[in-house]
């Protein structure tokens, strides 16, 4: 398909353990973003990409959390050591460009810190 | 501080009625506005995107106003179908060399037939 896909769809995992979400863009989109969706919480900003440019990774909530995008393309959201606050969905989007750019948003990954 | 507010939190209303939900910003300096439609377990999606000089989009049934003085937005919603039902979420980007959006909470409309 053409849209922002996401993987694992949902994801378990214990106390401590680390994760890995995949982001894969839309092609020939240039900006990628990361957010985080609590239960009865507004979107919250985690980092973006743009091109070539150092990512803004102002909204990562602690050194637990770092993500990287390979090639220009897809992107994987790391969380080390996970706690239960870290539970929430985690969603990509991906746009042409910054500002006035829409933004597609990705299906999300459910994360349960069991 | 950068915030958006919408109101109400929820709204439940008749198939076929209209109704209207709001969006308070205080995010300096101005670049855009934007509408987003988020069904549940699903990705937000694009309503509508409104910039500094815009008053009035519409986007079929949706329409948004921009009101930049008052600093205040709405998305205006005509002859509400079920598959409304949804959470309507307000953005707005800080602009400038940073790109960071502020997101409202979101208004979960209900549209019972």
């Known amino acids: 398909g053409a849209g922002v896909s996401q993987s694992p769809s949902n994801k378990v995992t214990e106390k401590g353990k680390d994760v890995e979400l995949r982001c894969d863009p839309i092609s020939g989109h240039t900006a990628l973003y990361w957010y985080r969706q609590s239960l009865g919480q507004g979107l919250e900003f985690l980092i973006y990409f743009q091109g070539n440019s150092a990512p803004d990774k102002s909204g990562l909530p602690s050194d637990r959390f770092s993500a990287e995008r390979t090639g220009g393309s897809v992107s994987t959201l790391t969380i080390q050591r996970t706690q239960q606050e870290d539970s929430a969905v985690y969603l990509c989007?991906?746009?042409?460009?910054?500002?006035?750019?829409?933004?597609?948003f990705g299906p999300g990954t459910r994360l349960t810190v069991t | 501080k950068n915030q958006v507010e919408q109101s109400p939190q929820s709204l439940i209303i008749l198939e076929g009625k209209n109704c209207t939900l709001q969006?308070?910003?205080?995010?300096?300096?101005?670049?855009?506005l934007r509408w987003y439609k988020q069904d549940t377990g699903r990705g937000p999606v694009s309503l509508t995107i409104m910039t500094f000089s815009e008053n009035t989009k519409s986007n079929g049934r949706y329409t948004a106003t921009l009101d930049a003085d008052t600093k205040q937005s709405s998305l205006h919603i005509t002859a509400s179908q079920l598959s409304d039902s949804a959470s309507y979420i307000c953005v707005v980007p800080v602009s400038g060399g940073s790109y960071i959006p502020t997101f409202g909470r979101g208004t979960s409309l209900i549209v019972h037939p």
């Open positions: 969006c308070n910003y205080t995010v300096s300096p101005f670049s855009n």
């Open positions: 989007a991906s746009s042409m460009g910054m500002q006035a750019y829409e933004q597609y």
